[in-house]
């Protein structure tokens, strides 16, 4: 059941991108940091678990088809490993449907083909690698016994929106979930691929130069991966434990 609140804000019942309508949903401290664990502490008699809960109720509630991390944050939540076959029968570049049976997707971008799912799902929800062309036919095998899906993001990994029109219509999925950490979710930025930032604030500062924030784009000194694009607040809500949510709906940037 949606959170009346949500309504607040008119959510796209239909994108008319060729790719699935994206929103990067991410919790933070207020000096834009990534780690909750490295933030300080709740304030006397706010509750930690109702403010964690936060984000997973408001993720829920967006209603979107699955979920998108990168290959880092992917390696940490699948549990797989290698099983180290020798050999496997050569395989077309081709996307690789398992068994959906109706779930939402868990999409993990792994350029090198590094992470192990072990299984078909991830939380219960149907794993989905995006893969570089150049990664080995052992691996595609592994993922297939595993009954992971897989699509391609050209010959190096790096073609985000091409994966992204790939997975609209191999899944026929309209609405995901961008949930970072802040290397992919600054790649898909310089690639115009946020429709929407949903921010949840923390009451809490992380403070140490350098640590990593929500977006962290890797680019050629100088880069603004923003560039061409504008932020415009349609949303601002102050939750139970003063934690802060903002929703910003991206639009190209006036000329
Ligand atoms: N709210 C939260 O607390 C939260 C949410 C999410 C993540 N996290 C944390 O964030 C940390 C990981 O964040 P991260 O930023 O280091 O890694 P990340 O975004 O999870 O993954 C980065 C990796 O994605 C792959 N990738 C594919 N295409 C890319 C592109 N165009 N640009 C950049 N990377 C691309 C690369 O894999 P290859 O290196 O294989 O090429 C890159 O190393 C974890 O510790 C995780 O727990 C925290």
Redesign the pocket.
Known sequence: MADPDLRLVEQPSESPLMRPYIICH??TSIDGR???SRFTSAAAGVSSDVLRGHYERIHESFEADGWI?????MS?MAKGSARGAPSSPKLAREAHVGNRNGRKLAIG????G?VQFGKDNVGGDHAVAVLGEHVSDVHLSELRADGVSYVFAGPK??D?PGAMERIGSTFGVKKLLL??????NG?FLKHGLIDEFSTLIFSAVDGVAGT?SII?Y?GPEGDRPGAGQALRLTHCETLEGGMVWLRHAVERAPS
């Open positions: 991410m919790g990534l780690h909750p991390v990168g290959r880092k944050t940490e971008i792994d350029p090198s590094r990994g790096d985000l949930e970072g950490g802040g290397s992919i790649a990593q962290d890797h």
